[in-house]
């Protein structure tokens, strides 16, 4: 993957314009063009529209945006320790997917520095599963931490299970109201688009990603990788989610004080996936990052 696409993407998106973009990165309109279908092509979704009303960036394009220009930056920082250090002291990036923050990461960082030293971890959260696949055959990232029911064909570094708690609201009234649908339902749930009264889903299969859902009849109302934005939904409007359980260490203690915990006993089994390629100096980060992340 050629790092100038991301540069070309981020450009075009902060122009919306072809025309300023392509002078910007002294290219000519047709060339830039196939800069934005080339990693449009990798990421497997559109980034932008183009109308009557002018380049718009597609929701996916403004959620790509940030994890772009963090890609970018961690690629600008490590070429400049390249330069200004020697072999020996050359910070080297690890660049890690996750379909959510179950980790605490800081952690793990600190252990990995520990062990080798003068290594970063490049966090990118907020893909689906699929999009991290497509960024690891690219070279883009180089491990990514995928629920196992989504990579049946790939063999994991490491494999690790956690298990699945609900979050509502302390005191909410939708507690018993779930309690008794989860006595009905068990391990599967009604989606809001089903569309057969025996249609249901496994609770895993929404976990690329965090559901809200209403009280009614465990309705779905949205999914998002954004933990705070689906903590304020709880608190605020008395919806609730269900999340690994190990994710509820990375809520501040303002908000857990607004939360009740539900226990349950389902699980969910997570596979730590390599990229096709990483580089021989990467390889012992790779190996000890696989081990911290299933076993902290």
């Not at 279908?37 to 929701?59: C, K, M, Q, V, Y």
């Not at 200004?84 to 600190?110: A, M, W």
Request: hydrophobic fraction near 40%; glycine fraction near 4%.
């Amino acid at each position: 993957m050629d790092i100038r696409n991301l540069e070309a993407f981020i450009v075009l998106a902060e122009t919306l314009n072809y025309h300023k973009a392509s002078e910007r990165l002294y290219l000519s309109q047709p060339a830039l063009t196939k800069k934005i279908h080339g990693l449009e092509d990798i990421l497997g979704a559109s980034l932008f529209t183009r109308g009557p009303n002018g380049t718009r960036l597609t929701d996916f394009g403004q959620k790509t945006l940030e994890n772009a220009r963090k890609l970018l930056t961690h690629y600008e920082h490590f070429k400049s320790q390249v330069h200004f250090d020697s072999k020996e002291d050359v910070v080297r990036h690890l660049y890690v997917g996750s379909c959510f923050p179950i980790h605490n990461y800081t952690q793990i960082e600190k252990q990995l520095v520990e062990n080798k030293g003068n290594v970063v971890l490049a966090l990118v959260t907020g893909l689906s599963v699929e999009q991290q696949l497509s960024l690891l055959n690219a070279g883009m990232l180089h491990v990514a931490v995928i629920p196992m029911a989504s990579i049946a064909s790939l063999e994991p570094k490491k494999t690790f299970t956690e298990r699945l708690v609900f979050i509502f609201r302390k005191k909410s009234n939708l507690i018993s109201k779930f309690k008794i649908a989860f006595s009905k339902f068990g391990n599967e749930i009604k989606p809001a688009n089903s569309s057969g009264k025996n249609e249901a889903v496994e609770l895993t299969d929404y976990l690329n990603v965090f559901p809200i859902y209403t009280g009614d009849n465990m309705h779905l109302l949205l999914k998002t990788n954004d933990i705070m934005l689906i903590i304020e939904m709880i608190t605020k409007n008395n919806f609730y989610t269900f999340v690994p359980k190990r994710i509820i260490s990375s809520i501040p203690d303002y908000y857990m004080n607004l939360l009740e915990i539900v226990e349950t006993d389902k699980k969910i089994d997570l596979g730590v996936v390599w990229g096709k390629s990483i580089d021989d100096h990467l390889r012992e980060d790779a190996e000890i990052f696989s081990t911290l992340v299933a076993n902290v």
